[in-house]
């Protein structure tokens, strides 16, 4: 089992920064890519970035040029760099962990959540 511990969400004014934070526990040696999704009120759950255990980024289009994922594997820990925030990023956002399916791992993992509130 693989815990995930979100913090840094808040609330920002818009053109503001905030920068967000997942700690994995556990299992990790079970775990592969890493990621922030988000799901605003009456809309489904989206992605924003993910991130390989090699480092390669990958960005929803919606955020390129503003937000940087990054991660640091000695920590187990994955980073949300999002600036020049825009109301529309307004949601909760939550981190995910993905499995090394080589090793035989399937389970994914998801975090409980942290508020991002982003005001015009």
């Known amino acids: 089992q693989v815990q995930l511990v979100e913090s840094g969400g808040g609330l920002v004014q818009a053109g503001g920064s905030l920068t967000l934070s997942c700690a994995a526990s556990?299992?990790?040696?079970?775990?592969?890519?890493m990621g922030w999704y988000r799901q605003a009120p009456g809309k489904q759950r989206e992605l924003v970035a993910v991130?390989?255990?090699?480092?390669?980024?990958n960005y929803a289009d919606s955020v390129k040029g503003r937000f940087t994922i990054s991660r640091n594997n000695a920590k187990s820990t994955v980073y949300l760099q999002m600036n020049n925030l825009k109301p529309d990023d307004t949601a909760v956002y939550y981190c995910?962990?993905?499995?090394?399916?080589?090793?035989?791992?399937?389970?994914?993992?998801w975090g409980q959540g942290t508020q991002v509130t982003v005001s015009s």
């Open positions: 995910n962990a993905g499995p090394r399916l080589e090793l035989g791992y399937y389970e994914i993992y």
């Open positions: 556990g299992s990790t040696f079970s775990i592969d890519t």
């Open positions: 991130i390989s255990s090699g480092g390669s980024p």
